[in-house]
């Protein structure tokens, strides 16, 4: 644990230093990049050391299994993150529920923006965030079920348009509509106040 | 082989999500555009007989001596009739020989054409200038239009054409284009430095695209989002239902919302060509994109409610879209640039892939820049084709120029949420890094390599990598 402790924290010490001395000098944009690209590291890192990945991928594979047995989709979940479905062809097909469709890293991406933003208070912040992660931990979800419904329907032919356009395209518009609500919306509201007060 | 596959997987949607929505958009906008500019070639509208009507041109000038001349002498030698336009040129408190080269060249030019030279002591805004000069107009017609350009011979004819051929426009914008072969000097100066000419040939695609195009494009579904501050035209009675405001960055916006909420009908000239003389200067096109995006912000958030009540559709495509594509994906991808470096340290994917991907990435910018090129190219003037055709090979480095103005951009987003005040000029990050290279230097002799050991020692301890 030393031997991660001591180098981790020289990391966040020298990104500080620096952070620090551009937000002195009104770097404000640098240091917004520089902030978020160093807690992305850090986040990117601990994240894997604490076993997040993981831990992820069991939740995500193991509600999206539960949920498609209430759709009358049969499925079991194997070695923590492997998803077994059954197609209307009495087929069984694998799913890995692998890193990235654990939407791990679109809610730290999230979690940086958010929480790095000035345009709110602390306190919006952790309510925002809390949402935000609850929202993308359900339509990634809702992605993974739309793969798994049309696997289970049409057969293991239709996984890759599936998975790599249709569910994608799904899962990018409503993270889109999640920014849009709370970033670009909350920044609106904000301008007009400013320029009423004005 | 593996590689491959796995590249072809989880990047293609990348690539889909481009094909889908940027070069979807870009190609519905080059159709459109193109339809409608061969249809009206072949069924040109017959002009009708009038007498050229009486205009007013309104040119507001904060310390423009280097650019005033210029434009006036480019408004001289219109083949509109002399007698037919005055000119109002309101010096804005200028602290430099604006005046002086005013009344100098009114004094040469007074017996021909009617100028009118109005004055502010202390500078008020450029909002409160365009007043003044509108409050004293006379004409049919008024024309703003900044200091520092200059317009095409058959500007001011063609847009007085438009106006009288369409009796149903209220307001219209110009054809903006970055000047190339106007200002000897300048260009001759840009021509052989590689960062200023870069610049410029961002520019100049940027602003063709966003004319030529965008604009025009716009004008097809009545939804132009800015009548350009550099040249817009409009019928003297709307100016009784509107105002330039003073309390937004971005008054020729903040107009267009105005108009567009009383149901007015806003077109673009694109045969109304207007020079512009590109930035050659990081911290200078700093300082535009901040304004810019301030002003955008503003002026959304001004007449967020009032817009989508008074016209809901064409409010929502105001406000949402344009928001939508400049502030909420611009934020959202903001990360995943890093994000994909970070792939090779997960041990996701491999150095290689993550180099083709973002090569192709690249690539497909390129290529939907060329998409652009050809929409532009099929419409524009000669002098123009004759640019595009020189630089073309300069396309490569537009999907990079675009990438710096999205730094900037997303740096005015940010300054709107920290800054009390709203100021016209800022000082650029490059300005500011030379100022300060005293302690920079300190600061980099000992930061630097702190921070390359300490993220070795990161690299090596905590992911043990190396």
């Not at chain 1, 999230?110 to 992660?133: R, T």
Request: charged letters at 20%; a positive charge.
């Amino acid at each position: 644990m030393s031997q991660t402790l001591i180098p981790t924290l020289v990391f966040i010490y020298c990104s500080l230093v620096v952070v620090l001395y551009l937000r002195i000098q009104r770097f404000f944009f640098t240091v917004f990049l520089l902030v978020s690209i160093f807690s992305l590291i850090i986040g990117v890192v601990l994240l894997r050391t604490f076993g997040m990945y993981e831990l992820m991928q069991t939740i995500e594979s193991t509600h999206t299994a539960f949920w498609a047995s209430i759709l009358g989709i049969p499925s079991s979940i194997w070695q923590n993150h492997l998803l077994i479905i059954e197609t209307v062809t009495k087929e069984k097909i694998i799913l890995d529920i692998g890193l990235e469709c654990s939407s791990i890293f679109e809610m730290t991406i999230f979690s940086i923006i958010v929480g790095f933003c000035p345009l709110w208070k602390i306190e919006i912040k952790v309510a925002y965030i809390a949402l935000g992660l609850l929202y993308i931990y359900i339509i990634n979800i809702l992605r993974i079920l739309i793969i798994v419904g049309a696997v289970a329907h049409f057969g293991g032919e239709v996984l890759f348009i599936m998975h790599t356009v249709v569910a994608r395209l799904f899962f990018f518009c409503m993270v889109m509509a999640l920014y849009y609500a709370m970033l670009t919306r909350d920044t609106i509201l904000f301008t007009r106040k400013k320029v009423r007060a004005h | 082989m593996n590689e491959i596959v796995l590249f072809i997987v989880i990047w293609l949607p990348w690539v889909v999500l481009i094909v889908l929505i940027d070069y979807f958009k870009t190609s519905i906008k080059v159709l459109a555009v193109l339809i409608h500019f061969y249809k009206n070639k072949v069924r040109k509208p017959k002009n009708k007989r009038f007498l050229l009507p009486f205009i007013s041109i309104v040119i507001p000038a904060h310390n423009e001596e280097k650019g005033i001349q210029r434009c006036l002498n480019t408004l001289i030698k219109q083949k509109y009739p002399q007698e037919s336009y005055e000119i109002i040129i309101v010096d804005d408190g200028s602290r430099d020989k604006t005046a002086t080269r005013v009344t100098r060249w009114k004094a040469l030019h007074n017996k021909k054409m009617t100028v009118h030279l109005e004055t502010y002591v202390v500078n008020q805004g450029k909002a409160h200038a365009l007043t003044l000069g509108i409050e004293k107009a006379k004409g049919k017609y008024i024309i703003c239009l900044d200091a520092d350009v200059v317009l095409a011979k058959d500007a001011l004819l063609n847009s007085v054409l438009y106006f009288e051929n369409n009796p149903e426009i209220d307001a219209a914008t110009g054809n903006i284009e970055i000047a190339w072969n106007h200002d000897h000097e300048l260009i001759a100066s840009i021509k052989t430095k590689a960062i200023p000419r870069f610049l410029a040939i961002g520019q100049f695609f940027e602003y063709t695209n966003a004319y030529a195009l965008g604009r025009y494009f716009q004008s097809l579904n009545n939804s132009i989002f800015t009548l350009s501050g550099a040249f817009s035209m409009m019928r003297k009675e709307v100016f009784e239902q509107v105002t330039y405001p003073n309390d937004t960055l971005a008054e020729d916006m903040d107009i267009t919302w105005q108009l567009h909420m009383l149901g007015k009908k806003i077109g673009y000239i694109h045969n109304a060509l207007v020079y512009v003389d590109p930035i050659i200067s990081l911290d200078e096109l700093y300082s535009q994109r901040v304004r810019w995006r301030q002003g955008q912000l503003q002026v959304s958030g001004k007449y967020c409610k009032e817009i989508v009540k008074k016209c809901p559709i064409r409010g929502r495509r105001l406000l949402s879209f344009r928001l939508f594509t400049d502030h909420t994906a611009g934020f959202a991808r903001l990360l995943w640039i890093p994000m994909i470096l970070l792939f090779i340290q997960v041990d996701l994917y491999s150095f290689v892939t993550v180099v083709y991907a973002v090569l192709l990435m690249y690539v497909s910018y390129i290529l939907l820049e060329g998409l652009r090129v050809i929409g532009m190219y099929a419409i524009s003037q000669s002098s123009t084709k004759v640019v595009i055709r020189e630089y073309f090979w300069m396309l490569i480095t537009v999907p990079f120029y675009r990438f710096i103005a999205y730094f900037f951009r997303l740096s005015g987003y940010l300054r709107v949420y920290i800054d009390g005040k709203s100021a016209w000029e800022r000082t650029g990050p490059i300005i500011r890094f030379v100022e300060r290279g005293h302690i920079l230097k300190k600061a980099m002799a000992f930061g630097i390599p702190l921070v390359i050991i300490s993220t070795f020692a990161f690299e090596h301890f905590v992911i043990g990598k190396y």
